[in-house]
């Protein structure tokens, strides 16, 4: 009986040992982990209409630990695991003029890859009037969570009607004989976009045939072959025939042709870049769109607002 006790006591006594010296290990091993604050910034592409944000989230997953985290507008520091590795982070949500920009809504686009220069499109969650919102990673976390760590994204918008501007309804006409005057009307808004690869801000207009065409090719006694345009700085000062000429040939390389009238009589300007000014848009840039038929044009005033 003694040596049944004596065993007893024995091993409850390895058993206890054992259970302090795993619980002693564990708590070396949270006290050895260190967390970090990761700084994160959200800026707006330096050529876009849309200077700044009211909410951001942006979220770290991926990490080997299991550890998440999140920085907002109120607190733009993630807290992450030193010598973590594997955290990918990403901008997942933009409030942007009180339309929110989800990656979870429908029609949005997961990051192009997760390093720099990964790209994803953020949308509003509108059936009728869906917008979206390009977000492009300037600054990733490393592949090991080190000291020296910075996220940053960049964001502008790309969508139809992401941008309100406001024209003039009367255009301008000068009528040179021998050459039919091009006469259009502006029916839609206009769209506002940007070149992903180089953030070439360009501009697109809907235009309406004034006249029934007769085919195709022609509105109003004018060959749609011949129509040449451009879209250049207001030069806020009266615009001369000799300007509009002097336009047109000191930018001959970037006319653009008119296609075709499509069957609703409308012909679509699309894409078009400002090809005197290099300027970043903002809410006082003003526009000219000249349509030209040999000598004769037609002027439309296009006001950012």
């Given at each position: ?43 707006s ?5 849309v200077s700044?944000?009211?909410q ?80 492009k990673i ?9 000291t ?46 940007i ?93 000219i769109?000249?349509?030209?038929n ?12």
């Amino acid at each position: 009986m003694k040596y049944f006790i004596l065993m007893t006591f024995f091993l409850t006594s390895c058993s206890d040992v054992s259970f302090r010296t795993k619980q002693d290990k564990d708590v070396r091993s949270n006290n050895s982990q260190e967390f970090i604050d990761v700084e994160v910034s959200v800026n707006s592409n330096s050529t876009n209409l849309v200077s700044s944000f009211d909410q951001f989230l942006v979220e770290v997953s991926g990490c080997e630990s299991g550890h998440t985290a999140e920085a907002t507008e109120t607190n733009k520091k993630l807290r992450l695991l030193k010598a973590d590795s594997g955290c990918v982070a990403k901008l997942t949500s933009l409030t942007v003029g009180g339309d929110n920009y989800k990656l979870s809504h429908p029609g949005a686009v997961d990051y192009s890859m997760n390093g720099v220069g990964g790209e994803a499109t953020l949308t509003t969650n509108s059936v009728d009037d869906a917008r979206s919102m390009i977000v492009k990673i300037t600054n990733q976390l490393n592949s090991i969570i080190t000291t020296s760590e910075k996220v940053s994204f960049s964001f502008f918008g790309s969508s139809v009607e992401d941008v309100v501007i406001n024209r003039t309804t009367d255009s301008t006409q000068v009528a040179v004989s021998g050459y039919a005057v091009p006469y259009f009307e502006m029916i839609s808004k206009e769209i506002y976009a940007i070149n992903k690869n180089d953030g070439t801000v360009t501009l697109s207009f809907l235009l309406s045939c004034s006249a029934a065409p007769s085919s195709p090719s022609e509105c109003g006694g004018v060959t749609l072959g011949n129509i040449r345009y451009l879209l250049v700085k207001d030069p806020q000062t009266s615009v001369t025939p000799d300007m509009v000429y002097g336009y047109f040939s000191d930018f001959k390389n970037k006319v653009r042709t008119a296609k075709h009238i499509e069957a609703d009589n409308t012909l679509l300007l699309q894409n078009i870049a400002v090809v005197n000014s290099s300027e970043s848009l903002n809410q006082n840039s003003k526009f000219i769109l000249i349509i030209k038929n040999g000598l004769s044009y037609q002027l439309f005033k296009i006001n950012v607002m």
